[in-house]
C-alpha cells in the first residue's frame, strides 16, 4: 500500500478521533467491525474506486471480489467442515458396508479415531473422498450436503455449521455487492459441496462459486441424462491453483482479495499485481476465546508465509480480536 | 414441446396473419427475424418465464441462457475462425523459425497447403495449437488475438471476422439480457480466444464465456506474478463436455439453449431435461447464397443426430434462408 493511501487512511481514523461519525444520516455498512485500521482500509477502498471521475475508479463491470471460504468466510475449526460432513457420511452409510468393519481407513472412521484412520495418508484421504462425494449425481449429491447443513451441529458452538460464519464477513460481503462489486467464493472446498447452500446462507448464486471440483461424466438413465460424479480429482482449488481457477472461470483479475492461510497468497498476490488501487486482506485468527488462535504451527490453515508477505506489504490483516466486535450472527 | 404450447404458438401466429402488430408502441425486439415458428417459439417462451404470477414465471437468477459460438453466433466456414487465427498467426512467426521450412506441418501450412499439414492428424493439429496458442502469458495471449482481429479479413466475405457474426442472434442476446438473462457462451472454442473479443461484440463478459481450456501454470517472472499458457489441453467443452462445462461453470441449468451442430446436441437435451417451461434451438445452415447450406455431410459444423432428436422432440429449428431477413449487421 503507498504512503498516500496510508495518509489518507491515517487522516480518516483521525476525523474518526475527533469523533466525526460520517456523514448524517448514513449508517455504519460494517457495524460488527470495530473502528481502526482494517475497517478503515476497506470503506476507503470502496470509496475511491466507486467515485465516478475519481483517479482510482473502476467501472462495475470490473469490481471483482474473490473470498477464500474456510476460516475466511466461516470457521474451519477443529477440523475443516467439508471434512466433518465425509466423517458423518461415512457413519451414515457404514450399515450399507458391513465390510467396513474391518477395513481401513473406515474401521477406525466408525469407531471415531480419526487418527488412525489418516494415518493411511493420502490414500485413506481419497478411499473416504471416493464413498462420500462420487458415485452419485450431482442432484442426488446436492440433496445430501442441504440434509447435511439442515441437521448437523458444530462439536464446539453445538449450532448449525452454517451459523458457524462470520458476520463481520457477511457485513462486508453485503457492503461490497451494494457498491457494484461481484463477490466470488475461491476455496480449496468442493465446488458442490459449496453450491448446495452458499446462495442461502452468503448470497452468493453459484455462478460466482469457484472451487476443487472430482471429475463428471454426462450419461443418459433411463430416458434422464444426468451427471454423475467420479471418484477422480480434476482441479485443486488451493495456492497456485487460485489465481489459475480465477482466470479459468472470471477471465478477469480481482481488484480485491481476502483469505486466512498461506493457501490464499497466490491469490493475494494476484490480485494486488494488477494496476490501479486494490485491497488485499488476511483474517487472522487471534480470537482463542471467541473462536480459536492460530496461525504458523496450525495443521489446519496454516498462517505463515502469506502473513510474512502481507506484513512485507502492507497488505490488511484483521486481527480477529480486536478488529471484530463480534464472531458469529446472534 | 407439448401441444399446449403449440397450439398457443399457433394462436400467436393466427393473430398476426389477422395483422395484429403486437401491442401499439412497442417495437419489434427481432427485427431480424421474419415472422415464423422460430420467432414465436422464442416470444412466447420469453413471454411466459417473465410474467410474474404465470405457472411458467422463472426468478431472474434461474434465467440462464446457452450459446454455441462457431456456427451458432457467428459462421465458421469455410474453417473455424480460431484456426484461421491459428494459421495466420504460423506465417506471422514464421521467420523466427527457418527450421519451419523443412518441418511439417509447418512447411505444408507456410506454403498454403492446409489439406497436407493436416494429413499429420491429431499430431499435426496438437503441433500448431501448441506453437501459437501456448509459450506466452494470458495477457500477451489476448493482445496477440486483440490484434489479429482488427486486421484480420474472413476470406468471402472480406470483411473482419468479428463482422461475420448474426445479426438476428445479436437482438436475440440483447432481447434475452434485456429480459433478465444471463447469456453464456459455451463453445468448443478457445475461452482464451474469444474473451478477448466477446464482451465488445456481442456484450458477454469475460466470466459468462465456458469454452476449451489449455493448461495454465502461475509463475513469478522478475518480481510480477503471470500465468502462462502451456501447451497441454485442459478441458474440451464439446458434445458431453457442454453439460460438464456448464456443471462446472454456473452449477445450474439453463433453461434455454442454442447451438447448431451434433457437438450441441447434450447441451440441449441437457437444457430440456429440467423441470418447468424450456427453450432448444438450432440454427440450420441453410442459405447458400448470403452464407452456406450444409448439414449432415459436412466437415465443420456437422448437424445430423441434433436435427433428427430436433424433430422427435420438437425442439425448435431456424431455417437461415426463410427466417432470417439478414444474416450479418450492415
Sequence with gaps: MSLWVASLMLAGLMLRSFGEPGPPGEADPLPSWNDGAAKQAIITFVDKVTQEGAPDFVPPAERIAAFDNDGTLWAEQPLYFQFAFALDRVKALATQHPEWKTKEPFASLIKGDLKAALAGGERALTEILAVTHAGMTTDEFQAIVQRWVRTARHPRF?????????????????????????????????????????????????????????????????????????????????????PIGIQRHIGRRPIAAFGNSDGDRQMLEWTMAGTGLRLALLVHHTDEKREWAYDRNSQIGTLSTALDEARAKGWTVVDMKNDWRTIFPK
Design 158 to 242: 453445538n449450532r448449525p455449521y452454517t451459523e458457524c460464519i462470520y458476520q463481520p464477513m457477511l457485513e462486508l460481503l453485503s457492503y461490497l455487492r451494494t457498491n457494484g462489486f461481484k463477490t466470488y467464493i475461491v476455496s480449496g472446498g468442493g465446488v458442490e459441496f459449496m453450491r448446495a447452500w452458499v446462495e442461502e446462507i452468503y448470497g452468493i448464486p453459484p455462478e460466482e462459486v469457484i472451487g476443487s471440483m472430482g471429475q463428471l461424466k454426462y450419461e443418459i438413465r433411463g430416458a434422464q441424462p444426468v451427471l454423475v460424479k467420479l471418484p477422480g480429482v480434476d482441479f485443486i482449488d488451493d495456492k497456485e491453483g487460485k
